[in-house]
């Protein structure tokens, strides 16, 4: 693994405009804080997993990242450059170095192209003067590489399974021999075997290439076999960074403490004996955040202070920061 930092992210807000119905056309619009000031780094050949419930701004997140979506302020630092700070021109020699992976494998290839096509699209997007020869055996060293035989190459996405469609977003991301992969759930949709499969192919795949890779997920326990640090997200804002051992030895924030508890126990024995830190009530809405911390309207350590006051984000040693008045 490589020391080499590769991208910084520094106060990244994303808001959105807001209107409802029935608002009028001179009615002033609503911000939705999506992404709330967040910010970390990530080193060549690392993994960043972030986890949250849905609706905590981790996609959102990921596309702010690549601007899909236009950032409210902040930076994204990639290797010294601000792309925030790039126009579509500037920006667009980075983009082959940072690839994405969607969360509906079926959905993200196009049906009108068979598997050779959509594979080669973005070298030929980004080099279009390579030759067809070289397209072609690019294509077929990358099918090979994800475990898809080269002479299914002019097959159809839907002739495929979910987990062989999402083997093929893989092998699209990797065909210009990225530095960073952002994986937007990329396994929520396929069965737990299936899941297995392909997050053991990311870190195959990211041992050889050297690979940095954000991964986001629902499930801890994928996020704890593939990841070096976790980010924790509640409601845009970060409430816990650490690395991947300290955070599930000794989760800090009682969000954290909470998503860990859920995670299931192979032991039966201990699975029925745990102690399980329910999360009660609905999560409030990003358009009109709870005041102070954002996770007071369902902490069960709540207190007078978190109303009035934000937690600050502090770290607790050199490698474990978090967000919260009275954390463990």
Not at 18 to 43: C, H, I, Q, Y
Not at 169 to 189: F, N, Q, T, Y
Not at 303 to 327: I, M, R, T, W, Y
């Amino acid at each position: 693994m490589s020391n080499q930092e590769i991208l910084e992210v520094k106060n990244l807000k994303v808001n959105f405009d807001v209107r409802s119905e029935g608002d009028m056309p001179w009615t002033k619009a609503k911000k939705l804080k999506a992404v709330n000031d967040v910010s970390f780094s990530l080193r060549a050949g690392e993994t960043l997993g972030v986890v949250g419930e849905s609706g905590c701004g981790k996609s959102t997140l990921a596309r702010a990242i690549v601007k899909m979506v236009p950032a409210e302020s902040g930076e994204v630092v990639w290797l010294g450059n601000d792309l925030l700070g790039m126009s579509s021109a500037e920006i667009r020699p980075y983009r082959k170095q940072i690839q994405m992976i969607f969360q509906d494998p079926l959905a993200s290839l196009n049906p009108r192209m068979n598997i050779g096509e959509i594979i080669a699209e973005p070298l030929r997007t980004h080099y279009p003067k390579t030759p067809e020869s070289d397209v072609q055996a690019r294509v077929s060293d990358v099918m090979n590489k994800v475990g898809l035989l080269d002479n299914l190459m002019n097959r159809y996405p839907h002739e495929f399974s979910g987990g062989q469609c999402q083997r093929i977003g893989i092998a699209r991301a990797l065909i210009l021999k990225p530095k960073l992969i952002i994986c937007d759930e990329p396994v929520s949709a396929l069965d737990v075997s299936i899941q297995a499969q392909v997050v053991n192919l990311l870190m195959d795949l990211q041992e050889e290439m050297d690979l940095a890779l954000i991964f986001i997920a629902h499930d801890l326990s994928v996020v704890k076999h593939i990841s070096t640090k976790i980010m924790v997200l509640y409601l845009g804002n970060m409430v816990e960074l650490a690395n991947s051992e300290d955070i599930y030895k000794a989760p800090s924030h009682p969000y954290t403490q909470a998503l860990i508890s859920a995670v299931p126990i192979p032991d039966p024995s201990v699975e029925k004996n745990k102690d399980l830190i329910l999360i009660e009530g609905e999560l409030p809405s990003p358009i009109n955040p709870p005041s102070g911390c954002v996770f007071r309207t369902r902490c069960h350590k709540t207190q007078e202070v978190c109303a009035n006051e934000k937690p600050e984000f502090k770290g607790l040693s050199k490698d474990h920061s978090v967000a919260c008045h009275f954390h463990d």
